[in-house]
């Protein structure tokens, strides 16, 4: 088991969540804190990629023109490689 400190909190569940909870841990073969701490992790990275992916797409957008203009301007050289 891995060290780390820890915070205790309290989370209210409904008796359907739990129990789908308790059905897959019992599956993967961890408690009930660990498969919760796990979920909230993969949860913390799906927004972050989601975040960056979105930052990306934007630079991505604003950069465009410049990328165009950029390609024109080596057009050129392109076409001697063909």
Same mark, same amino acid.
């Given at each position: 088991?891995?060290? %780390? !400190? !820890?915070? =205790? /909190? *309290?989370?209210? %569940?409904?008796?359907?969540?739990?129990?789908?909870? $308790? !059905?897959?841990? /019992? &599956?993967? /073969?961890?408690?009930?804190?660990? %498969?919760? =701490?796990?979920?909230?992790?993969?949860?913390?990275?799906? &927004?972050? =990629? @989601?975040?960056?992916?979105?930052?990306?797409?934007?630079?991505?957008?604003? $950069?465009?023109?410049?990328? *165009?203009?950029?390609?024109?301007? %080596? /057009?050129? &050289?392109?076409? @001697? $490689? &063909?």
């Amino acid at each position: 088991m891995e060290e %780390f !400190s !820890s915070i =205790r /909190k *309290q989370i209210i %569940f409904s008796p359907d969540l739990v129990e789908r909870i $308790n !059905s897959m841990r /019992k &599956i993967l /073969k961890v408690d009930f804190s660990r %498969f919760v =701490r796990d979920a909230a992790e993969e949860r913390i990275e799906r &927004i972050e =990629r @989601e975040r960056l992916d979105a930052e990306l797409a934007e630079g991505y957008a604003v $950069n465009a023109e410049l990328d *165009q203009i950029t390609c024109d301007d %080596f /057009k050129h &050289i392109d076409d @001697e $490689n &063909i």
